[in-house]
């Protein structure tokens, strides 16, 4: 089957969501491509920082009554601890509470949110080829569509990005250099004996990455994830284990947990330099766009999707300075601050790794939000 649209987006998750929906609201016509039926499951902390609450709050005219009204804020905490090993660094008590969804639920309600607004969806198909000059889509069903711009919202794995790769667009070394891995599990909230209600990082098991516990309302998130080239698969899961065994499980439980654990790529620091390919462009994931200490990129992902949307309407008639447009804003609006953390990122896993070093810091660090 064919089909036209004004712009194809591939992927719906935060940032091919977020940009559908904003649209479809000017009356444009946008098909998004999903390869999975939603809701579907993302692997992800689900930690929605306060910046992200606060542009989630304007792009979709939500509050944060009305989320946690709707069941979409999951769980809110206004405590969290830094760990270096098994000791504590700082415990802290923040004045705004740090949010957490379940990306089930949270992909679904962006989902609709497009949907309300007109976007298309074609549910369970992949994109299997793109191609750049023609702007035309084929998926896995061997549809194709046929639009004036694409979007690559598709994620860390994002076959838009390999498309740019092939054209020499994108070097493939640079992405890996920086490229994170990360593994996650739930685990009941009563097979642990420490506060259940707090945010945990912990530091210390890797050289560039971090642990982490986040609290749910009915269980609890633990994960790990940094640098893959410092690692193989392998010695993530045996960290993981004795990461797990330090939370006080028992090594049965472990094991159990362990079969479970499911692993995701995440952008560690591999921005893209050029996101943008005549009327093509890369957005969240796809364009590398997590923050490369916290692993933070659901903000990141509406972000760039509001950035690129603004800058698909200005030049929708005149596409001739979209790239140099996109990139502009780009580096206006995100790249400053993932460049300087990128930059300071072997200095803050140095200090936080040291539980002497780490002590010192966080005590200025936090010294006005401190509770114990
Ligand atoms: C373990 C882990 C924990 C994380 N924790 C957090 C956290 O706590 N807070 C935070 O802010 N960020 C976190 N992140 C990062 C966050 O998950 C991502 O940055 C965010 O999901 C990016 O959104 P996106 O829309 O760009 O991509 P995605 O959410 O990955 O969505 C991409 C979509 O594209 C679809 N797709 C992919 N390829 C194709 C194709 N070829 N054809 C059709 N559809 C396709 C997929 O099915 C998917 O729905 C975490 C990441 C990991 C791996």
């Known amino acids: 089957m064919n089909y036209e649209a004004d712009i194809a987006i591939i992927g719906a998750g935060p940032a091919g969501s977020t940009a559908a929906y904003l649209l479809s609201k000017v009356g444009l016509k946008v098909i998004l491509i999903d390869k999975c039926f939603f809701p579907r499951d993302k692997l992800c902390g689900g930690l929605v920082s306060a910046k992200a609450l606060r542009l989630l709050e304007k792009i ?19 405590k969290f601890e830094f760990v270096c090993k098994k000791k504590s660094l700082a415990k802290c008590y923040t004045k705004v509470p740090t949010h957490f969804v379940e990306r089930t639920v949270y992909d679904k309600f962006l989902l609709d949110k497009a949907l309300d607004s007109g976007t298309k969806i074609i549910y369970g198909e992949e994109v299997k080829k793109v191609d750049l000059d023609s702007n035309i889509l084929i998926t896995s069903q061997g549809n194709k569509i046929n639009s004036k711009y694409i979007i ?40 642990l004996s420490f506060e259940t209600d707090t945010m945990y990082l912990y530091f210390g098991y890797m050289k560039t990455g971090y642990a982490w516990v986040f609290p749910n309302k009915d269980k609890l998130v633990v994960g790990i994830g940094g640098l893959l080239k410092e690692l193989n698969n392998k010695d993530f899961k045996t960290i993981f284990n004795s990461f797990l065994i330090s939370l006080g499980l028992d090594k049965k439980t472990v094991d159990d947990y362990i079969k479970d654990i499911r692993g995701h790529p995440i952008p560690f620091g591999n ?36 950035i690129a949307v603004d800058v698909i309407l200005k030049n929708y008639n005149n596409p001739g300075n979209l790239v140099e447009d996109y990139t502009k804003n780009l580096n206006l609006h995100l790249m400053p601050e993932l460049l300087k953390t990128r930059k300071r990122r072997n ?21 006005k939000v401190k509770y114990v």
Do not use: C, H
């Open 271 to 306: 921005f893209i330099e050029n996101p943008v390919y005549k009327n093509t462009i890369l957005i969240g994931d796809a364009a590398g766009l997590v923050n490369p200490v916290t692993g933070e990129g659901i903000y990141y992902a509406q972000r760039s999707a509001e």
């Open 152 to 191: 690559g919202a598709d994620g860390a794995n994002s076959i838009l990005r390999k498309e740019f790769e092939g054209i020499g667009s994108i070097d493939k070394e640079s992405w890996l250099k920086n490229l994170g891995f990360a593994f996650e599990t739930y685990i009941a909230k009563d097979k």
């Open 60 to 78: 979709f005219d939500e509050t944060e009554e009305s989320l946690n009204q709707k069941q979409i804020i999951n769980f809110s905490s206004n």
């Open 347 to 367: 200095m803050y896993f140095r200090i936080f790794n040291n539980y002497y070093l780490g002590k010192i810091v966080t005590f200025f660090m936090f010294r």
